[in-house]
């Protein structure tokens, strides 16, 4: 006996269900943009601190010897 599958008979979270509705027109989510990322290494180029001239105070960058960092005002 020979048995037809219908669309139906296919799980309903498939591959082909999820291409099909991201297809479809319609809202789209719109994506956070990141801030700018710049790498620790490439402000403090070597040295342990820097300051950091902000709305007219000075701060402070600093390293620790656990290679954590810390700003201070």
Request: charged share 20%.
């Amino acid at each position: 006996m020979n048995q037809a599958i219908h669309q139906t008979d296919r799980p309903f979270n498939s591959e082909a269900d999820t291409e099909q509705r991201d297809a479809q027109p319609g809202p789209q989510p719109i994506e956070a943009s990141l801030p700018c990322a710049i790498s620790s290494e490439a402000l403090l180029r070597g040295q342990p601190s820097i300051t950091i001239a902000h709305q007219g105070a000075i701060y402070r960058l600093q390293t620790t010897r656990q290679g954590k960092l810390i700003l201070t005002k």
